[in-house]
């Protein structure tokens, strides 16, 4: 399924939900967390409805290295230049919440709220 209408992370792809875009393209859309942990923390996430990084399959692994190539790019372009954490919470003892795969990208001066 590449759309699931009761998906939270769908509807910001498709523009219904709100939220503030750092970068979009054909397949990826970067968008600020909505409850930060750290001075600078966004989400990317594919367009396409893949639910966890489990369901990932090997026609998605460019896309995969899409995501994680545009995460030092992104943070040099947020201003953070002293190291960033990268995390993908997958299924529920992964601690995912919200199941659209998304990667966590955390920069800015410590101490953080978390992580
Ligand atoms: P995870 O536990 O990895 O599934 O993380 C889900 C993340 O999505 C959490 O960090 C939430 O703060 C974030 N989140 C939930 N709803 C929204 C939203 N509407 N806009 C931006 N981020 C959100
Ligand atoms: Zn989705």
């Known amino acids: 399924m590449s759309h699931d209408p009761n998906c939270l992370f769908c509807k ?3 523009g219904q939900i709100p939220a503030k875009k750092v970068h979009e393209d054909d ?5 600020h967390d909505i409850n930060p942990w750290a001075p600078v923390h966004v989400l990317v996430i594919p367009k396409a409805h893949i639910p966890t990084l489990a369901d990932a399959q090997p026609g998605h692994d460019a ?3 899409r995501m994680l190539g545009l995460a030092p790019r992104l943070m040099k372009q947020l201003g953070v230049s002293n190291g960033f954490r990268t995390v993908i919470n997958t299924g529920p003892d992964g601690g995912q919440e919200v199941y659209h795969l998304h990667m966590h990208v ?4 410590r101490p953080w709220a978390k992580g």
């Open 12 to 14: 910001i792809a498709a």
């Open 27 to 31: 397949d990826l859309l970067v968008f």
């Open 63 to 65: 896309l995969l290295g």
């Open 106 to 109: 955390m920069g800015g001066p």
